[in-house]
């Protein structure tokens, strides 16, 4: 059965660090890009980053520098670290997977994702 599930949001102060992990099952994310995209109450869904079966990883710009998406095939599990978090970095963190191969956060469309994770960041 296919599932993404992510883990490891939570409250952080501004200036500080998180790392998400998704989890996947019933297909091998190997053979697929994946990647991330947030939302923030009121706001419109947000292409975070994403990362393609050839390991080549794309940022949106404001995260450029801090955010760093990472794959693991063992476990089958994709992650992002993030770093120098603001405020302005608060969302729901899902990740997911895009309709085709991404190349860039501009065209990334994300067709099937997981639950998400609360990322919080406050003083």
């Known amino acids: 059965q296919f599932q993404l599930v992510e883990s490891g949001g939570g409250l952080v102060q501004p200036g500080g660090s998180l790392r998400l992990s998704c989890a996947a099952s019933?297909?091998?994310?190997?053979?697929?890009?994946i990647g991330w995209f947030r939302q923030a109450p009121g706001k419109e869904r947000e292409g975070v980053s994403c990362?393609?079966?050839?390991?080549?990883?794309y940022y949106l710009d404001s995260v450029k520098g801090r955010f760093t998406i990472s794959r693991d095939s063992a476990t089958n599990t994709v992650s992002l670290q993030m770093n120098s978090l603001t405020p302005e970095d608060t969302a729901v963190y899902h990740c997911?997977?895009?309709?085709?191969?991404?190349?860039?956060?501009?065209?990334?469309?994300?067709?099937?994702w997981g639950q998400g994770t609360q990322v919080t960041v406050s003083s």
């Open positions: 997911a997977l895009p309709w085709a191969p991404c190349t860039n956060m501009v065209d990334v469309d994300f067709g099937s």
């Open positions: 019933g297909f091998s994310l190997g053979s697929y890009s």
């Open positions: 990362i393609n079966n050839s390991g080549t990883a």
